[in-house]
C-alpha cells in the first residue's frame, strides 16, 4: 500500500465550487504540504505544517485553506475555485534531519484538477 | 525571478547515448536534492548533497555538487528508456525552515 494516499486522484469542478482535496499518509512523519504543479512554473508551496498544530502559509496560498486533522492527515480546501487553480495538487510528507541535509519528502500520486 | 535554473529544459537521446543536465544558482544552498518524478506519481528523491565538490554515484547517474555548493550537475551514462521522466533538483538554505526551492525541472525522454 502507498504511503502517502491523495483523494480524489482526478476532479472536474466548475467555478465557485467548494473543493477539498485530502491526503492521508502511514509514514507516522510530523511535517505535511501542499503543492501544486503547473507547466512552466513548477511545484509552488501553497501551504506546510510542521504539527497538528503548525500549520504555516507558502509561496502561493490566497484562495486555499487547510485543515490538519491529525498527524496523519492534512487536507486542502479551495472555497470557491476559479479557473487558474487547474493544476496538479501534490502533498507530501518529511521527517527532519539532523545536520545541514535537507528533509526528504515522500510524495503522493497526485490530484489532477480541473476548474471550468 | 527563479532562484534554481535547470538546463536544458527538454532533451531527447537515443539509448545508449550519455547526457548532463545541470542546476544553477547565484546563491548558497546547505544541500541540494535530486528528484525524479514519472508521469501520473509525484517526485521521488535520487539523491541529497551536501558537501561542496562532492560527487556520489547511483548505478549509471553520478551527481555532483558544486565547490561553491551554487550549483550541481547530473550526468546519465548509457541513457535507457527508463530513465525517462522529469528531473527536478531542489535546494535547502540556512534559515529557511528546512522549505525546499525548487527548479522547473528538466523533461527526458530516452528512445528506443
Known amino acids: 500500500d502507498a504511503d502517502v494516499t491523495q483523494t480524489p486522484r482526478n476532479r472536474i469542478t466548475k467555478t465557485g465550487k467548494r473543493i477539498m482535496l485530502e491526503c492521508s499518509q502511514t509514514k507516522g512523519h510530523d511535517r505535511m504540504y501542499w503543492y501544486r504543479q503547473d507547466p512552466g512554473l513548477g511545484l509552488r508551496l501553497i501551504y506546510y505544517s510542521f504539527d497538528v498544530k503548525d500549520i504555516n502559509k507558502g509561496e502561493i496560498s490566497d484562495g486555499y485553506s487547510v485543515s490538519r486533522q491529525a498527524q496523519a492527515k492534512f487536507s486542502l480546501s479551495l472555497e470557491s475555485a476559479i479557473p487558474n487553480q487547474t493544476a496538479l495538487y501534490f502533498c507530501?510528507?518529511?521527517?527532519?534531519?539532523?545536520?545541514?541535509?535537507?528533509?526528504?519528502?515522500?510524495f503522493g500520486p497526485g490530484t489532477r484538477l480541473t476548474v471550468l | 525571478t527563479q532562484l534554481l535554473k535547470q538546463s536544458p529544459q527538454f532533451l531527447s537521446i537515443q539509448e545508449g547515448e550519455n547526457l548532463t543536465v545541470y542546476c544553477n544558482s547565484s546563491s548558497v544552498f546547505s544541500s541540494l536534492q535530486w528528484y525524479r518524478q514519472e508521469p501520473g506519481e509525484g517526485p521521488v528523491l535520487l539523491v541529497t548533497?551536501?558537501?561542496g565538490g562532492e560527487v556520489k554515484k547511483l548505478k549509471r547517474l553520478t551527481f555532483q555538487f558544486g565547490d561553491a555548493r551554487k550549483d550541481s550537475s547530473l550526468h546519465i551514462t548509457a541513457a535507457q528508456p527508463g530513465d525517462t521522466g522529469l528531473y527536478l533538483c531542489a535546494g535547502a538554505r540556512a534559515g529557511n525552515n528546512r522549505k525546499l526551492i525548487w527548479g522547473l525541472g528538466t523533461s527526458l525522454a530516452v528512445n528506443p
Open positions: 548533497v551536501v558537501t
Open positions: 507530501a510528507t518529511s521527517e527532519p534531519k539532523t545536520g545541514g541535509d535537507a528533509d526528504e519528502q515522500f
